[in-house]
């Protein structure tokens, strides 16, 4: 198909989808040639247009400052441009400037001599860097005006705040702003914070600080995986992935790596599919996978097909070798449960509830407490799901017992077990073991907690029971870590104690056994927890084949011996040198990079629903996801690089 243009245009040959572009001239000088190789001859045929087309950027033109005196041109950003009129020269080239400056400019200021050109040249720089200098305010301060409107947002996501607050926050600050300094209304006014806009920015923020996991991930020597399941408050499942990486620097990563929803079913295969994704997504390698922790629900645990079991035997097809661990605080607190004394708990959880469930009840007694000016103020409420509810029930009910029992015989309900010594002598036994009990439980909390120093209160906590069973099985039995069972013992001597004692001997006994059957998985991964952690006093007959002549030489010097007394466990393997020991420093990343608790799930579950609440069931997966991933992140967001990102500085976009 052929085009002719007219005599200052040119000439388009199009066939079987070239194009051929030529010079008008050439197209009308020989009309034959185009006629037997143009159209016979579709190939690219470089015009004589393009051909003399000028390579301007190999020509290395450069501004001349003579011009600016000449000519009155400057160089800005890389352009020529006149200082009076601000127009652009296309070409560094000394005809053009001086073409411009002798057609528009000559006659105005050829009369000017060489000290007032210089002045002049002065004034129109002046000029020029302030009109630049207008631009640019404008353009930083809807950058920060936009900044602002992005760490509002984070602090709403970070607070569990509706997406809403954001109008709240502003209407605020636009009085603080009315007040101390309304020179600058404007300014905070220009701050966007409608919905939109908050749900936007959290929006950005999460999707930033998923990069920057994405490109530690990348880096990872070793991770593992912490997963538990819950559902929200509009009934949805949701399964929290959890990922700790380390990587050949010893750094240790603790994040959540995503938030799968579950519309259908919740079986092991569900949620193995929904963590492939996740692990997946990240592009995280199977191969480095060294662990998988969760809690002790079936979908979780079980043999066959639950979540723990198909990650191990994908980590195993893909060359690697993962660990299956049960929470060590799951497994303490289903060890605690072995002491049922429910002829304390029952009559001790009536009368708390029989105060706190009436209204009437509960300031009564309140005041009650306050005019007999009690230590304490209130009983609390017994729920057996929370970690510490067990111990700070019983704890204060055995606190305020003289109270509790007066206050109910004034309301015609007494409590005759607070008169039986073997009662009260049973209650005081459960709040002193229930206190150490939750002693444990506060020690295994917490954020990048290491899986051997976690064991490590496991192992001391066994000890303990151990040194309570031989205090309380003695013929003149001793409580000194049972100060409560010493205070009533002392106020009711009893003469079948020894006995009593021996029942308590007998729960603590039954405690320990649980605790030694319970941790099952973690003692089998003992010998290399103990290699980690104290490397210097470990058999190398004892260590494995690859480590022995690296642990002998680290025995034997003593920089290092000295190294490791002073240095945290992280910090000493951080600077264990890489050439001589290179196994040591791999078993270091691989239990560095262990969960030894679910600790981060069930801290996040109460996040959830603190933001996904009833007046908040509609908030979406994905912005309960973006929440969450705020909420519990340690990676800062490079806002920064959001506003560089970002097209314009509009402040609501």
Known sequence: MDFYFGIDQIFVSREQGHSVIVSTAVAHTCPIYFQTHVAANPSPIISTMASKKRKVDSEGRRFQEKWELQYFFTDTRGNCVCLICQETVALFKEFNVKRHYQTKHANAFDKLTASDRAEKVKQLKAALASQQRFFTRANDSNENITKASYEVAMLIAKHGKPFTEGTFVKDCVMKMVENICPEKKQEFMNVCLARNTVARRIEDISSDIHRQLGDRGVTFDYFSLACDESTDASDTAQLLIFLRGVDDDMNVTEELLDLQSLKGQTRGTDLFAAVCAAVEDMKLPWSKVCGIITDGAPAMTGERSGLST???????????????????????????????????????????????????????FQQFLLDIQAEYGDVIYHNDVRWLSRGSALQRFFSLRGEIGNFLDEKGQPMQELSDPVWLADLAFLVDITKHLNALNVNLQGRDAVVSQLYAHIKAFGSKLQLFRRHLSQSEPCTAHFPALKEVIDRFPQDNIGAQMERYATDVTSLS??????????????????????????DPDDAPPQLQLELIELQCDDEWRGRHQQLSLVD??????????????????????????????EQTFSVMNLNKSRLRSKLSDSHLRDILRISTSAVKPDLACLLKSRSQYHPSH
């Open 310 to 364: 198909l990650i191990c035997n994908k980590v195993s097809e893909e060359g690697g070798n993962a660990i299956k661990l049960h929470c060590i605080i799951h497994q303490q607190a289903l060890c605690a449960k072995i002491l049922k004394f429910d002829h304390v708990m029952k009559p001790a959880v009536k009368a708390i509830n029989s105060i706190r469930s009436k209204a009437l009840y509960h300031r009564q």
């Open 513 to 538: 056994v649980e605790l030694n059957k319970r941790f099952r998985d973690f003692a089998a991964i003992e010998k290399e927890m103990l290699l980690f952690s104290s490397p210097l006093s470990v």
């Open 572 to 601: 000493f393997y951080r600077q264990l040198d890489k050439g001589r020991f290179p196994e040591m420093r791999t078993l270091a990343k691989k239990m560095l990079s262990l969960f030894g608790s679910t600790y981060l799930c």
